[in-house]
């Protein structure tokens, strides 16, 4: 389980950030862009030739809480990044139309014999993740 994450480094000159290690940093707050954090990772990472890199959120080194156990259906949630320790910024995770249709499905009205797995979303069985592109200034 996881969320793609995609962004592209660059300096405070606007240059991309070639072939350059990164320490990412993704905090998941609850209820506000200030509210508590309910989950930490860290990621060590290198950039491409573009400036890119990519990660899953979820995969990281965990420091906080567990991706696992996040309530997501409980409150609003905020995803804040920093790279090398500068806070990057802080904005809502909002659902995809995707995984909001996923999440009212129930595998029952698509395979009415599997009784025992009727109430499973089919978000748990298609594995759906949100993927963002971002550009991260440094």
């Known amino acids: 389980r996881g969320m793609s994450y ?3 480094a ?4 606007n240059n991309l950030m070639q072939n350059e290690n990164l320490n990412v940093r993704f905090k998941i707050r609850e209820g506000a862009p200030g509210g508590t954090v309910v989950y930490q ?3 060590a990472t290198v950039t491409n030739e573009f400036g890119l890199f990519n ?3 979820g995969e990281g080194s965990q420091e906080l809480g ?3 156990n996040i309530d997501w259906g409980g409150d609003r949630h905020y995803l804040q990044v920093e790279v090398d320790g500068d806070i990057l910024g802080t904005s ?3 659902s995809v139309p995707y995984s909001q249709v996923a999440t009212a ?5 698509l395979l009415p014999g599997l009784r025992p797995m009727a ?3 089919m978000m748990a069985m298609l594995g759906l993740g949100l993927s963002t592109l971002a550009t991260c200034w440094k």
């Open 119 to 121: 109430k499973l979303p």
């Open 92 to 94: 809502e995770m909002l």
């Open 66 to 68: 567990n991706y696992n």
């Open 10 to 13: 660059r300096d405070a000159g």
């Open 105 to 109: 499905m129930e595998i029952d009205s």
């Open 41 to 43: 990772e860290t990621h």
């Open 55 to 57: 990660l899953v959120i």
């Open 6 to 8: 995609h962004a592209v």
